[in-house]
């Protein structure tokens, strides 16, 4: 087991507490969201942070109930119920751990940089807006309306004053986490003072008791799968895509590396146990993970402790916690927000190629307007498209006439679906001499339509009575080439060993 110091411990529960505190206005939210009790939120986040942080695979990194997950939920609780919610959360957490178990977690490695960078200055963004709730009011008629006049002003005033403790302390002592010491003095300036603002205990009560086991009160018959499944998949994208992600950050962040499919199986089982104690269920908070990192706190220890304070103020400290003011939690996030957007980003304009800017900003304005999964599954697809396409316009053709009258091509550059039609092109039996010669040494086939534009050329020459020999294609081409394969002059000592991707080597 690994030993920690007296400063590595001191430094992992400071931050668990920073973090807690950051994360209690943020689960009542999203449980608000969701429509759901305040305590379904809280102990999500309880008992997700808890069992991630202990058997994740990403030290360091917090989890608990979202937003991305929140309006998903909302559909599910208003046409159904909170009963067919918690049965979701169970499905979901299942799905999450056959992901697991079919090792699905490394892919995330294939998410295009651009990707990356949209993904964080995207949720840089949606946790920046996410803030201006909190200067809503509700009126006598309990429709929202902004703040104005001095309630504004101090609500402005007291996130500045967080925000300056934030930035100053560092500078004097690193000796307190300073978002935990501007927590503490905008909070001990409001009650001194006896400032009349918005605390957290605006939002709703915090105080409760242990989470007890409750099976999702459902008819188990296939009716109830329909329903709860589409969400159940939806929910476990999300939470796995945002969880990786936030993983992928980290790592890059800190030089380390995080286990995949080590946390799609804690976040499936957190999701399973959430499920059966009354929680929405959860998934990785970049906002809450940045604190934590930004704090120094890279052991299992600060979320395991940031678990325990939060179920300390469920049981013991709700109303302590509900006189925190919002804008000293405002304040946090909105530092979060800043640090968490990749500013350096903007010099890549211009140093870059364009469409790597612009799959940057289409994830970021996707994750904005839309949700996460979409933004990253957009931003992938985009991005293997542009690669497809400059790919396919590399493949050069050259052509060459023998002292014996023969005609020599050779081929450079990746055969594969998107660049055949180019490759094609270039060939005219008609024209050519009755002995043709195509040398595959700077050419690789990549994949099937590959392999069929070489048989479908082979052919072409056949018809036309022309002599193709076809010269260093690796050991793959000749298992899989058909009517080609007696053109084919094998040497074994020259010849590539390079794989073709097949459904047909399966």
């Known amino acids: 087991m690994l030993k920690l110091s007296a400063v590595e411990i001191k430094t992992n529960l400071l931050s668990g507490l920073t973090v807690a505190l950051a994360m209690v206005p943020e689960a009542i939210a999203f449980a608000l969201v969701a429509q759901v009790s305040p305590l379904t939120g809280l102990y999500a986040a309880f008992i997700v942070a808890l069992i991630t942080s202990a058997f994740g695979g990403r030290p360091g990194m ?13 559909a599910l609780v208003v046409e159904h119920g909170v009963e067919y919610l918690f049965a979701t959360v169970v499905l979901m957490g299942v799905l999450q751990l056959l992901f697991a178990a079919a090792k699905l977690g490394k892919f995330i490695r294939m998410v295009p940089h651009p990707v990356m960078l949209g993904f964080v200055n995207g949720l840089a963004i949606v946790i920046f807006l996410a803030q201006f709730g909190h200067f809503k009011t509700a009126d006598a008629d309990g429709a929202l309306q902004w703040m104005q006049g001095m309630p504004l002003y101090l609500m402005i005033g007291l996130i500045a004053l967080t925000m300056g403790v934030i930035y100053l302390l560092p500078k004097l002592t690193r000796a307190v986490p ?8 905008v909070s001990l300036l409001v ?14 009560s915090i105080a409760g008791g242990l989470p007890s086991f409750h099976l999702p009160q459902v008819p188990f ?17 999300i939470g796995l895509i945002e969880s990786l992600l936030t993983l992928n950050l980290i790592d890059d962040m800190t030089d380390t590396r995080g286990r995949p499919n080590r946390e799609c199986a804690a976040q499936g089982a957190a999701n399973v146990v959430t499920g059966f104690f009354g929680g929405m269920g959860g998934c990785a908070m970049i906002g809450q993970s940045m604190i934590n990192v930004n704090n120094g706190a890279l052991h299992r220890l600060s979320g395991i402790a940031t678990a325990l304070f939060l179920l300390s103020f469920i049981l013991f400290g709700s109303a302590l916690i509900e006189q925190i003011p919002l804008a000293a939690l405002i304040g946090v996030m909105v530092v979060v927000a800043e640090k968490t957007f990749e500013w350096a980003s903007f010099r890549l304009f211009g140093k870059v190629p364009r469409a ?32 497809a396409w400059e790919h396919a316009k590399h493949v050069r053709i050259t052509a060459t006439m023998t002292s014996d009258g023969r005609k020599v091509y050779e081929a450079e550059g990746t055969l594969f679906f998107a660049s055949i039609s180019e490759f094609q092109r270039q060939f005219v039996p008609r024209d050519d001499p ?3 010669e195509i040398d595959f040494r700077r050419a690789k086939l990549m994949d099937h339509s590959a392999i069929e534009a070489v048989n479908a050329l082979a052919e072409r ?31 074994y000592r020259e010849d590539p060993t390079y794989r073709v991707a097949d459904d047909k080597l399966a």
């Open 434 to 436: 009755d002995d043709v």
């Open 62 to 74: 917090i989890s608990g109930a979202t937003g991305a997950l929140a309006v998903v939920m909302v």
């Open 461 to 491: 020459y056949v018809r036309a009575g022309k002599r193709l020999k076809l010269r260093h294609l690796s050991a793959d081409c000749l298992d899989l080439l058909d009517k080609a394969r007696n053109m084919i002059e094998v040497d």
């Open 178 to 185: 300073s978002t935990l010491a501007a927590i503490a003095a």
């Open 191 to 204: 009650i001194g003072l006896d400032i009349d603002t918005r605390t957290v205990g605006d939002l709703g």
């Open 221 to 237: 018959n296939l009716e109830t799968l329909l329903i709860v499944l589409p969400y159940s998949l939806i929910l476990a994208a």
């Open 356 to 387: 790597d800017v612009f799959v940057g900003l289409l994830v970021a304005g996707v994750t904005v307007f839309a949700d996460l999964a979409v933004a990253v599954i957009v931003g992938v697809i985009v991005s293997a498209l542009v690669f």
